[in-house]
Each structure stands twice: as C-alpha cells, then as structure tokens.
C-alpha cells in the first residue's frame, strides 16, 4: 500500500495513542479512577474514528469491541479486574499490530483475533458485540457520548443555602425560592437544617435562621441558580456543580484558551464559581494573610475547597490547566524540534573542528608567534565550550527507557505467578541518544532474569520471612564520566557455589580454576552458561546473557554482578556518558600515542625502580597504604621491552606511572611518555579489529597520527584478574612493607 | 397548664408580639401546648417560631403539642421540607380545618 502523508500521521498517532492506552491501562489496575478510564476509551474512540476515516474496517470492528468493553467498564457494568487489564492489554497489542501493518496490506492474525473478541465479549454484559458499519458508527458514537453526559440520572446540583439574617425582614419568603428552584429543576433532595435557630429566650423572631442542603436535578448554569438568590443580602450560597458535569468541566478547562488565568478567573470563566463567590474568597483570603495566617494555607483553591463552592477535583484539574499553560509557554519558548540527524552531522562537525583545532595548536607551536597563539587559545576555549553543548544536545533522559519496564514486569510475573513491583529512581539521569537506544534490549534482558530467575513464588517469598511482593529497582545515576544502571532485586540472590559447579559442568571453567566472588558471578555472562532447572519462555536459555554483555561493551560500557544469597542481586552496568568525544589523556610508549579518557585517569607519578616490589614476576607498588598492581603497557602490548627485562618495569631512573581507576579498582600503568591532555573524537575501530580487547577505539592527533584510544574498564578487569592470586598474597605482605618503602 | 390561644395573622408582621405572648404564658414547667384553631395566616417565620418552640421545650424535658392546626400549616411544614421535625407532634396528623 502507498502510504500517503495523513496515513503515516494516523500510523504515527496511533503509536502515541497506544502507548498513553498502556500507561493508563497500568495505572488502572491499581487505582480505578474515572479520568483514567476516559484517556483509555478516548484512544480507543480516536483510533477507531480515524481508521474510519481511512477505511481501514478492520481495524474499526476489532477497536468497537475494545471500546465496547470500555464504555461498560465507565458505566460500572464490568468491574476492573487484572485478568480484564491483561485482556485490554493484549487487545492494544493487537491494535498496535494492525496499525503497524497498514504498510504491507497485514490484517493480523485471524486466529489471535477471534481469541480476543471472544475473550472480550466474555467481559461484556448484557447484548452481544455486534460489528458497527464503520462511519456512520464513528459519528453516532460521537453524539451518543454528548447524550450519555446529559442524561445521565444521578447528576444533579448540591447547593448549600444559608438564608441571610434579615430574609423575613426584607419580604423574601423561602417558600417561594423553592418555587423558582423548582422552575428550573427537580428537587431529588431537601435537608432542612435548622441548627442556628435560638431558643425562645434568645430568638429574635424577625430574623431568620434557616438553612437547607439541595439536590437539584438541572440543565440550568450555576449562575442561574445562584441568580435566585442574589438580591437576599448575606445569605451564604454554595452551588456545586453535578459530579457527573465535573468531566464537562474538566472538558472545559482544557478547551480554555491558552492563556495564563488565575485560578479564581479560570473557574469563573467555565462557570464553576461565581463572581460573588470568587469576591468573598479574595476577601477573605486578604483579610486573613492581613491576620497574619500562615499564606500556604491561604491559596485560593484550598479555600475554595474549605468553603465548599468548588469541588477538589475541579481545583486539580484547573492547577493542572495553569501548570500545563505555564509549560507550554516555557516550552514553546525554550524548545525547538530538531531532526537528530542534524545534530549528528553538527557532531561530527565538531569533531572535525577539534582534529583540526588540535593540529592548528601544534603548528602554531612551531612559530613563535605570539598573536597567532593567543588566537588560538582563544579559538581553543570557544571550541571546549561548543563541544560541550553540542554533546549535550543529544543527551536525553533514561526515564521513558526505564518506564516500558512497569507493562514488562507486570506481564511476566502474571505469567509466572509472581508478585513483584518495580520502583525508578533517577529517571531524569540524561545520557546519549545513541546510547538509551541501545541499551533497552539488554535492559529488558537483565530485567526480564531477574524476574525470572531472582524474584521468588509468593509461597517461597513468605516462607523466608520476605513480604509476598517482590521489589526490583531500576536506578541510574551520573559517576565521574559515566553513567551506571543498577538492577537490584530483592529475590533468592546468586549461589556462588552452585555457579561455580554448573560452570565445571559446562566446561566454562576448570575444577582446579580458582575465581574470587565477583568472577563466579561474572560467570553468568559468559555464553552457554544458565543455571534455570527448567527453561521458560521468558529466560533460562543461556543465549542473552553473553550477548547482553557483548552489546553493553560494544557501547564501551561494563557489567559488574553483585549478590548476597537469599538476599537479592545487583546488576551495575556502566556506561560512557558518551560516545563521540572525550577529554583524553595522551602518553607515549615508545613512537605511538595512546589516549585514556580523562574521567578515569586518578594521577600520575614517577617511580624510582627502589620504589617497585616484584613478586613472581608481578610488579606492585605500595601507594598511601594501597597496594597497588603494576603493568608495563608495553609489555602487555607485546612489544619490546628493549632492557631484557621480564617486565620491563624499573630499569630505568624514573618511571612514569599513570594510575588508572574504574569502579573502585585501581591499577598503575607503566608507560614512556605523559604528554597531556587532548581532546580526543573517538573513532570506532574497523572490523578487523573486532576481537582487539582493549582498546575503545581510536583517534587522529592534531599531528595527524593516530592514538589509540584506551577502553580502561577493560583494561583493569585483564589486569587485575590475572593478577588475583598474587595481588592477593601481596596484600597480605604489604603489612611488612608498610611504612619504610609506602608512598606518600 | 391551658392551651395558647394564638390567632389571626401568624406571619412576620406579627411574629414578635407572638413570640412575646409565648413567652409571658410559658415557663417550661409543662408541655407547651398551642391552640391554632383562629390562626388565619402565616409565612416562615412561624413555622421558625414553632421550631424554636419545639426545640426550648424539648431542651427543658417538655414537650410542644399544637392543637387545632391548620391545613394551611401542614402544607408550609412540607413546603419547607421541615416535616421531619413536625412529624411526632400531636396535633399534626390529622389536621383540622382551618377555623374549626
């Protein structure tokens, strides 16, 4: 099919439609509120009208069933119900298809259609679905809804009416304000209330002291009603509109236009209050921060609320207007919608920018040319500055990531009968597009193991002493340079002795391979390897979890597993901040550069060989009381040492160490030259280079050479694992070399 | 104690001097007992009046009892939806004619 401009809007609409459908769907299962309800019919409702429009019959016969259902859930005929949410749940899904498949002429499954209608019209009291014939349908439904609304039998007006003292006195007869009430409405209820009349001692018998609580049934406007009233001086009047017209109201807020109103102009303007209302509250509100009460408790929705004339559920839905027009302003002020490709191309521009910038700085540095070079450091500083904001244009926040969790968690732990709830902190932690675009699959994985594999059986849960429902925590937070995402559960946690024995079961490992903790976890990653007994649809197959660390290095981030038995797992996955340009540091080994991203670099120092332990061939230093293992990159690059050395390490007078640290691990890295900083655009490495650990990519120096770029979490995690066992017994004999051969 | 006699116009051009003569004839030693058999007119300050009345008696352990009542006064009862605070009384249940 050739998509025209208004159906691509359609397809693209109804994506957005959905998707507020599944939110509001998540939101009713655990608080069945009426506005709720209304935001799922009214997608439902917009969806079937504008396939209508487009002739798409289908997909108007499969969403009139949806709604139809709706429309009973809003005229309380079906309760809601978790196995009806789920329902409705699938039947978005399905919707989703259908619009999806709009392109390719796909009508969707027929078998998964007729198993919702029926599943639907299961829910459905009374009459059978029928089909509706797809426009006239649209536009009856449309004018059905007005109806309901005014027809509806249980609204009706409440007023409060407190006759003033001197009603008898000026000729007005109450009796006779029944009489016009009853012109313009029924009266479904009268209470008298007849509190304030004295006893016969204290009565004056010319004033008056009646009151009533009204039920008026009425299509009149609240000013009508209060227009009955209006010549009889002090007399208290509260007139609230019908509960069912607060939609309408609602209704009317929103039709506002955008304009910034007080909150008392905004219910006059729909009616909600009268002006001589909104001048009693004013008064009192000045009167009483005049008496110095205390201004907080003297917003004019609250009072209002107090005072009985306007319902709380109107004064939120009027605070949300104002908000949404104070937002929209800003928005509209602040905002541009920019193509991400344009940024892109801006990126790579400033890239090209600082290469050149680079190269301009170290030409000019071979002329002594002192206005060329104060150009430059002025150009320099600009650049910084550019780079800086350009990156920040492409960083967006992970919190829409992290919320498609809320629909996963609660499918899958109905699938496995598990009660389990998940709790978001840091949803405004910004990061790269490119990176939230790759990380919500692996995401999804670690999520969906948890579920699985880390969340107990309610039965299991209670009898450990842990509260039927299970927790699991999607946390993100900003640490120097990176971002990290923790996945904490408070399930069953990893059994380090179990992992290790299914691992010399798979011949991951050997018996006699000796692992610290965190390397028995880590075994998880590790490809072939799961510990399920039983392989369920939703993990279990041991064919994510490697890939989930292969995508999350590919992004140049890292994994680290922590777990407590019976206590619950934390997954921590660390992240580049971003992936396009960095603060580098440059150092030589021998003719070559080799760029660590800033962030991570913790200092640098110079060694004198006394100053270097070696214990079977293992460099170490002792640094403030830390020991710390040593690596000449050289070395480990396989390069010549050219001294004949084993390491290489401590032959010469001094020796530069830069001292490397990520995720509390540090380790010092030998190398020939510390040249600086730069700012390095990190190029990716061509496919030839994919099996090179190591190394995050590389980039062009304002020489025109190429550095390498150093991928340090990966880095310390080679180094550190294969010095384990000895870093372990050095750390045990650094008490004997503490204080005479220490750094300080 | 003897009836109150309380007769003609009921309404607010005459409530005070009502309200008057109720007080002067009761003390609250004994059930207040209203005659309304001449009552001719009345208006809501009288049916506010009785309720005042109901209420000074029932706060002093006695009771109102209105004799004779009016049709007249069994339809502004309910035209001020105060039924329920009438409704015990005696008197009220089976209304007299007006004048009997």
């Known amino acids: 099919m050739e998509i025209d401009e208004n159906l691509q809007i359609f397809i693209a609409e109804g994506e957005e439609l959905l998707q507020d459908m599944e939110d509001s769907l998540l939101v009713l299962e655990n608080n069945s509120d009426e506005e709720t309800l209304n935001t799922i019919f009214r997608a439902a409702h917009t969806i079937k009208g504008s396939a209508g429009l487009f002739g798409l019959d289908y997909i108007v016969e499969f969403t009139h069933v949806v709604e139809n259902v709706l429309d009973d859930m809003r005229n309380c005929l079906i309760p809601t119900s978790s196995e009806l949410i789920t329902v409705l749940m699938r039947s978005k899904d399905f919707i989703a298809v259908l619009i999806a498949g709009i392109e390719n002429d796909e009508e969707g499954d027929k078998v998964e259609r007729e198993e919702l209608i029926q599943l639907l019209t299961a829910f459905k009291t009374g009459t059978a679905v029928s089909a509706p014939t797809p426009m006239t349908e649209v536009v009856a439904d449309e004018s059905d809804d007005a109806d309901d609304e005014d027809s509806a039998q249980s609204d009706h007006y409440h007023i409060s009416l407190r006759l003033g003292v001197d009603t008898f006195r000026m000729g007005f007869n109450p009796v006779k304000l029944f009489a016009q009430l009853t012109e313009i409405g029924e009266i479904l209820e009268c209470a008298f209330i007849g509190d304030s009349i004295p006893e016969l001692a204290e009565l004056d018998a010319e004033s008056c002291y009646l009151g009533w609580e009204i039920a008026l049934k009425s299509n009149a406007k609240k000013e009508q009603i209060a227009e009955i009233f209006e010549f009889i001086d002090g007399t208290e009047l509260h007139v609230l509109p019908p509960k069912s017209h607060i939609s309408a109201y609602r209704h009317l807020i929103e039709q506002l236009p955008e304009d910034e109103l007080a909150l008392g102009q905004l219910l006059l303007q729909i009616g909600t209050l009268t002006e001589q209302e909104l001048q009693e509250i004013l008064n009192l509100q000045q009167e009483n921060l005049k008496a110095g009460k205390d201004p907080s408790t003297q917003l004019t929705g609250k009072l209002l609320v107090e005072k009985n004339m306007v319902q709380e559920e109107v004064i939120e839905e009027a605070l949300k207007k104002q908000d949404k027009v104070r937002d929209s302003k800003q928005k509209a002020l602040n905002f541009v919608k920019v193509d991400s490709s344009k940024l892109d191309r801006l990126i790579n521009l400033v890239g090209e920018l600082v290469i050149n910038g680079a190269k301009l700085d170290q030409v000019a540095g071979t002329i002594a040319h002192e206005e060329l070079n104060e150009t430059i450091e002025g150009i320099t500083m600009a650049l910084d500055d550019l780079r800086e904001i350009s990156l920040g244009l492409r960083m967006v926040p992970i919190g829409s990531t992290f919320n498609r969790f809320h629909r996963v968690i609660r499918d899958i732990s109905s699938d496995l009968q598990k009660q389990v709830k998940l709790e978001i902190y840091g949803a405004d932690t910004e990061l790269d597009k490119t990176v939230i675009e790759k990380i919500g699959d692996p995401l999804m994985h670690l999520v969906r193991n948890s579920l699985d594999h880390g969340i107990e059986s309610p039965a299991e849960r209670v009898r450990v002493g842990k509260p039927e429902e299970g927790t699991i925590t999607l946390q993100a937070k900003h640490q120097a340079g990176y971002i990290t995402i923790q996945i904490i559960d408070d399930g069953k946690g990893l059994d380090p002795d179990i992992l290790r024995q299914k691992a010399i079961e798979k011949g991951v490992i050997t018996e006699d391979q000796k692992l610290n903790k965190n390397e028995i976890f880590n075994l998880i990653l590790a490809a072939g390897f799961s510990t399920a007994e039983q392989v369920s649809n939703i993990s279990g197959r041991g064919v994510g979890m490697d890939v989930v660390r292969r995508n999350i290095e590919a992004l140049r981030g890292n994994i680290i597993i922590d777990s407590e038995t019976g206590k619950g797992t934390t997954i921590t996955v660390q992240l580049p901040l971003t992936l396009a340009i960095i603060d580098g540091f440059n150092v030589g080994i021998d003719e070559e550069s080799y760029i660590f991203p800033l962030d991570m670099v913790h200092e640098c120092i110079t060694l004198t060989p006394s100053q270097i332990q070696e214990v079977s061939h293992h460099s170490y230093i002792t640094l403030r009381e830390e020991v710390l293992p040593i690596v000449h990159l050289k070395e480990y690059f396989g390069m010549e040492t050219g001294d004949g050395s084993p390491s290489g390490i401590g032959s010469k007078e001094r020796n530069n160490l830069i001292v490397v640290k990520f995720a509390n691990q540090k380790v010092g890295l030998m190398v020939d030259e510390l040249l600086g900083e730069v700012q390095a655009v990190i190029k990716p490495m061509g496919r030839v280079f994919k099996d090179l650990n190591g190394f995050a990519g590389f980039t062009i120096l304002g020489s025109g050479l190429v550095a390498l770029v150093l991928d340090v979490p990966n880095l310390i995690k080679q180094v550190v694992g294969s010095e384990h066992q000895h870093f372990e017994s050095i750390k045990q004999k650094s008490v004997r070399v503490k204080g005479n051969q220490s750094l300080h | ?100």
């Open chain 2, 1 to 100: 104690m003897k009836p109150i006699k309380l007769s003609g116009d009921c309404s607010i051009y005459e409530i005070s001097s009502l309200h008057e003569k109720v007080m002067k004839a009761w003390k609250g030693e004994s059930p207040l007992a209203l005659d309304l058999a001449k009552v001719t007119e009345m208006d809501p300050s009288f049916i506010q009046l009785l309720i005042s009345c109901k209420q000074t008696a029932e706060n002093k352990e006695q009771s109102l009892e209105l004799l004779n009542a009016p049709e007249e006064l069994t339809h502004m009862i309910d035209a001020m939806f105060t039924s329920d605070i009438f409704s015990a009384e005696p008197g009220l249940e089976d209304p007299a004619p007006t004048g009997a």
